[in-house]
């Protein structure tokens, strides 16, 4: 059988958030019509304790709020006029740090008083669910960083695990199943998280475990699989998808290696020379993926600590402050791709 979210996952990643928040509406509308049991389990996963089941709701998607943003949700009691707004992240990479501070913002100009609001966060793992896989480094998580955040100032904010929604007994008809599966199997899956965790442990000793993450988190949507501690970059296939893919790809690993070099407890901030001849970096500057070596030879050039080292191949390193006093950051492995190496 053909699965609809694989699919649509495959065709358009940038709007998959978009289209699950979309899909949790309709079925939402459709329960809160018929079997109930979709939307009482969501509205009891989400709401405060004390907030009673409402009768009737008003189910709305992408509600704009004051300041221009929308929320991806909103359920709005017909009773009581309680509203209910539900953030949708599908992967870590796309939380924001004070987006959920904002949104709350937004829903108190449209309401008279601050208990009739309440936020849930939705996201592949919550802290439950993310120390079931990776115990107590479930809070290197930002959305798990940025939930605890907020709900230090906020009393009436739920952070649920889609895993929560998925295991919700509903007649959703198959497409509603196959969401589900996606959800298990894809968007939450506890084996590809483990596999992340173990990529970030690999940084962190070297440069910290929020800065790991979030390396991680920048690079995702550009890197292969891990394959016997290399991750790869396949800069040819990225340079095929056309310039704006490569511009893209290009400032997402400068942010990935930015983050690291500027790392301030583990980098030594000492000046170091380049080794890597120039005639060597001609074949990389001529090739067709040369926007991303420009960009690497150009953070050497732009930070003290870091450096470009090599006699065929070249690695940009980093001063470090572990035993050996570098970090190789990333290694070429010819014009056309570029490798992570995770050492331990």
Avoid at 39 to 48: I, M, Y
Avoid at 163 to 190: F, K, N, P
Wanted: hydrophobic share 40%; aromatic share 8%.
């Amino acid at each position: 059988m053909v699965d609809i979210f694989r699919t649509i996952d495959t065709a358009t990643r940038q709007r998959m958030e978009r289209i699950h928040s979309q899909h949790l509406g309709d079925a939402l509308r459709d329960s809160i019509e018929g079997d109930r049991s979709l939307f009482d389990g969501v509205w009891g996963l989400s709401a405060p304790e004390a907030w009673e089941t409402p009768r009737d709701a008003e189910i709305l998607n992408e509600l704009r709020l004051n300041g221009g943003q929308r929320i991806d949700l909103a359920i709005r009691d017909s009773d009581s006029d309680r509203v209910l707004g539900i953030e949708v992240k599908t992967a870590e990479r796309s939380a924001e740090a004070g987006q959920l501070e904002c949104y709350l913002q937004g829903l108190l100009a449209n309401t008279k008083n601050v208990e009739d609001i309440a936020i849930a966060y939705l996201t592949p793992f919550n802290r439950e669910r993310a120390e079931r896989a990776i115990g107590d480094r479930a809070g290197l998580l930002r959305t798990v960083r940025f939930f605890d955040e907020f709900a230090v100032g906020f009393e009436q904010a739920r952070h649920v695990s889609w895993l929560d929604v998925a295991d919700i007994e509903w007649d959703g008809r198959a497409i509603w199943q196959q969401h589900t599966s996606y959800v298990q199997e894809r968007m939450a899956c506890d084996k590809d998280l483990k596999v992340r965790d173990k990529r970030t442990r690999a940084l962190s000793d070297f440069f910290g475990g929020e800065a790991a993450e979030e390396f991680w988190n920048e690079l995702d949507p550009i890197m292969g699989k891990e394959i016997n501690g290399r991750v790869s970059i396949d800069l040819e296939s990225i340079a095929k998808q056309g310039e704006a893919a490569v511009e893209e790809a290009v400032e997402r690993l400068k942010r990935a290696l930015t983050i690291l070099i500027e790392a301030d407890d583990s980098v030594a901030h000492l000046s170091r020379l380049d080794s890597f001849d120039e005639l060597l970096r001609e074949r990389f500057l001529k090739s067709a993926c040369r926007a991303f070596h420009e960009m690497l030879f150009g953070l050497a050039v732009r930070f003290e600590p870091v450096w470009v080292h090599g006699k065929k191949e070249y690695g940009l390193r980093v001063a470090n402050r572990c035993p050996g006093g570098k970090y190789s950051l990333v290694t070429s492995d010819g014009p056309g791709r570029l490798i992570v190496y995770m050492r331990k």
